[in-house]
């Protein structure tokens, strides 16, 4: 809904796009945040039981990298609007830090995967091009620019000086 309608619509617009009346909106939430919010954390539950359902834990990092990745894909495909909505709304200064924080811990594991792709030697960054979904995540999450993040020249210069 949010994403056809964006943030700033109306919630007479958001009800009668849900097929309700408007006033049935506010039995459920107390104000349009608080049907934001819960609208971001739905549909970031949504992706993280895509992304983590028979999540391999046991197995090397480029399996799990490739599991999350491969089912990240799969959901963002599959659901063009929720993830259009997600994004507007991830991006919206109406998210609260408590859903933020509810989100953050919901990815925990996911955040430890990517946590220790970015732990890799340099002689296992020389064997991948790219970077992966995990490092992918982790730039969102810490609001850098995966090319700035994941520049190789860099990357082997931090790396080697490191050691």
């Known amino acids: 809904m949010g994403a056809t309608l964006g943030l700033s619509a109306p919630t007479a617009k958001i009800a009668k796009g849900a097929g309700v009346a408007e006033g049935t909106l506010f039995t459920y939430f107390v104000n349009k945040d608080e049907l934001l919010n819960r609208l971001c954390l739905g549909l970031k539950m949504d992706l993280r039981n895509a992304m983590m359902t028979d999540y391999p834990a046991s197995?090397?990092?480029?399996?799990?990298?490739?599991?999350?990745?491969?089912?990240?894909?799969?959901?963002?495909?599959?659901?063009?609007?929720?993830?259009?909505?997600?994004?507007?709304?991830?991006?919206s200064d109406r998210i609260t830090g408590k859903s933020k924080k509810i989100v953050a811990d919901a990815f925990e594991e996911v955040g430890d995967m990517m946590g220790d792709g970015l732990g890799l030697g340099s002689d296992e960054l020389s064997d991948h091009k790219e970077p992966g979904p995990a490092a992918t995540a982790c730039c969102a999450r810490r609001k850098k620019s995966l090319p700035r993040l994941f520049d190789r020249r860099r990357l082997k210069r931090n790396v080697n000086s490191s050691k």
Do not use: E, N, T
């Open 59 to 91: 197995k090397s990092l480029i399996d799990r990298s490739r599991h999350v990745w491969d089912r990240y894909m799969r959901w963002g495909s599959a659901h063009p609007l929720k993830r259009r909505a997600m994004r507007q709304l991830v991006g």
